[in-house]
């Protein structure tokens, strides 16, 4: 009966958007502060009293304190704005990659990793910088024929326009979605039939 060390809670700002992973002590320590309350698997909002209240039997991940033993949430909504700081992406090439989806951005093809290269759109020459803005994932082929040249200059196309990924949403992809409560905030289909406005 005590929570396993792999735990995590998912935290989301009041937007219910998803701004960092946490471990369950540092969880239970929001839930108890007032600073977020919890959501159970109907997405109904508890604080720490209400949680504390249901029950944890039939429940496979919990902790116990000398008095209670309670259910290990698995998302928390934060009741403030702007608590926790926004998990920021490693500007990596690894993360380079994922983001494009190992999709070269001119050729629209896939490549395994060893196929890829990195181009600046922009290049260095004429004054690109090394920033999720300027640099995607290319193939060799598509990397030579663009050369030190532009898009434009080249007459090459796009793909999508580049930019800083969200953590979130690089962690289907990362395989690292540990439990289905945490997909529809997310997984980018689930998330948007959630936070898409509905017509009247
Ligand atoms: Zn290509």
Known sequence: ????????????????????????????????????????????????????????????????????????????????YDKLPRTRVRFSRQNIYLRDNFTCQYCAKRFV?????LDHVVPRSQGGRTTWENVVCSCVRCNLTKGGRTPQQANMKLLKKPKRPSWHSLMPILGQVPYKEWLPFIDPVAASYWNTELES
């Open 113 to 117: 990793r060893q196929k890829l290269n």
């Open 1 to 80: 009966m005590t929570a396993m060390a792999s735990s995590r809670v998912l935290i989301l700002n009041r937007s219910y958007q998803p701004v960092q992973v946490a471990r369950v002590q540092r969880a239970f320590g929001l839930l108890y502060s007032g600073a977020a309350q919890a959501l159970d698997e109907n997405f109904q909002a508890f604080d720490f009293k209400s949680w504390s209240e249901l029950s944890a039997r039939a429940h496979d991940d919990t902790i116990s304190t000398s008095q209670l033993v309670l259910r290990v949430p698995r998302i928390l909504v934060l009741q403030t």
